[in-house]
């Protein structure tokens, strides 16, 4: 069953896994009948699109200190929800191509550190 609730989201679901994510999400376009519009294709278009509209963010801001000191809280919430849209594509994306995105990702920062060692300052 869904829950749309703010106050969920917000004290309920501390720790959120991407298993949580996937599984909402499949419900959300379930109960709407959109899976039949979301192919690997059309997800990645709005993932895609999406970032586009994080970027906007940022555009013409010249560079942006860590932690935003200077934006706004209604600067900082649209941030989340791009943010949140892109993952949430993202997500939806490695859902439909049968893929188990957080063991991927975990695989993938493996081979980064052996790509990537570490090497002592001289
Ligand atoms: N077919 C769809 C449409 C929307 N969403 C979900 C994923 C995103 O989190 C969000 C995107 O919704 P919108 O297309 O309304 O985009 P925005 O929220 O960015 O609104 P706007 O473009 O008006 O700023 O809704 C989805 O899963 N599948």
């Given at each position: 069953m869904?829950?749309?609730s703010y106050?969920y989201s917000?004290?309920?679901?501390k ?10 999400l499949?419900e ?9 519009y ?9 993932l895609v ?9 940022f555009?013409w ?5 860590r932690?935003?000191?200077?934006w706004?809280s209604?600067?900082?919430e649209?941030?989340?929800?791009e943010l ?5 594509y993202?997500?939806?994306l ?18 980064n550190a052996?790509k ?7």
């Open positions: 869904e829950n749309n106050e917000r004290k309920v679901m720790d959120v896994s991407l298993q949580e994510l996937r599984d909402r499949a959300f376009a379930k109960v709407r009948g959109w899976d039949q979301h192919s690997p294709r059309n997800l990645l278009l709005a699109g999406e970032v586009g509209e994080l970027s906007e963010i555009q801001k010249g560079e942006v200190a932690g935003l000191p200077n706004t209604d600067d900082k649209h941030l989340e929800e949140s849209d892109v993952l949430l993202l997500v939806q490695a859902d439909v191509c049968g893929l188990d995105l957080g063991q991927a990702a975990l695989t993938k920062i493996l081979k052996q990537y060692p570490i090497t002592k300052p001289t």
